[in-house]
């Protein structure tokens, strides 16, 4: 019988998770050089976004419904093909539609990549779910550090977005050697029925959670994903922000355990809100240092939303199992996909009505980035109340903990 290479399989899964989150931070550094390449608007270049995050909810729900007689191996195979074919098409992309297909493919990749490794390691970690899901989340913020000083540093020596999109070949070679004829755990340690997974579904709690999840994932990727377009005049770097947040995101989640342990997932989430609320107010007004100040909150705000979210699924609605984790990430990702032309139009037009009021070109694309953020604050302000409500009844939760 083979044994199980659980620190193979976890690395393995961290490598994937950054192959995902290069592709989160590499598109944001290229969006102005493919508007400007291919004479696309900030509403198309919202809607080709939006395919990255409507593909991830429609893998999480194929995977998390098939987890359980496909199991992760075969997701695995089906994120490495979808990368594969996502970026070669990035590459050879001639228009709109091509980068909206292409687009689609990677956001599949990612999705298959979540809807794996999520209940992967839920099953391998039993008695520490939530802290090994932070760390294994370390490595989306590590990876879209990787990915903005690699997008900041290609783009600086004047090199095509296609070689950015080029390099990300490298790790997903990478990760589907490490996973290719490993052994993996069957499922043993969460509940496998689908039928059960399926009706637990149908919980309030989870519904409820499903709606918070909208709004976490929004205000967090909602704001990285156009930190280009919304802060290129702020007088700040805005490669080098997304690369500053993410990179303290990634050095929280890796020391999410003494965190949990004292606030409890609910009490975390509360101070999450609250702090990301601050954030994106400040950032919206900021200009200069200050921005780099707001950024710094933001990403001490957002850091635990998205692991902790799943880690509470995982916890507190048990009887879901993977299909619970793959549908809270899908919701959360299916969010951010409608909202995304919506950011795009809202620079859009803010930029219009500025200089049609005599602003000049800078000037204009400034007050429409502020603008965006102003109206991406109520997110996380609307948070504050629903995980208000959650904490205020933490004690009746815990007896659903497992």
Known sequence: MNTINKNRLFVASCIALIVTAMTFAIRAGILSQLGSNFQLTDTELGWINSMAFLGFPIATIFGGLVYNSLGARKLMVIAFISHLLGLVLTILAGGFWTLLISTFFIGFANGSVEAACNPLIADMFTTNRTTMLNKFHVWFPGGIVLGALVSKFMTDLNMGWQYQIGIMLIPTLLYGLLFFGQTFPKNENMVSDTKVNIKSLLSPLFLFMVLCMTLTATTELGTQQWVEKILGNSGASPMLILAMVTGLMAVGRYFAGPVIHKLNPPGVL????????????????????????????????VCYFWPTMIGFVSEYIPKTGALGMSLIGGAGMFATSIWQPVIGSWLDNAKATALESGLGLDQAELLAGQIALGNIAYFPMGLILLFGILFLNRKKLEKFRV
């Open 270 to 301: 509360l101070m999450s809100a609250v702090i990301s609320t601050l954030a994106i107010f400040l950032m919206s007004t900021a200009t200069g240092s200050m921005v780099y100040v707001a950024a710094i909150l933001f990403a001490v705000g």
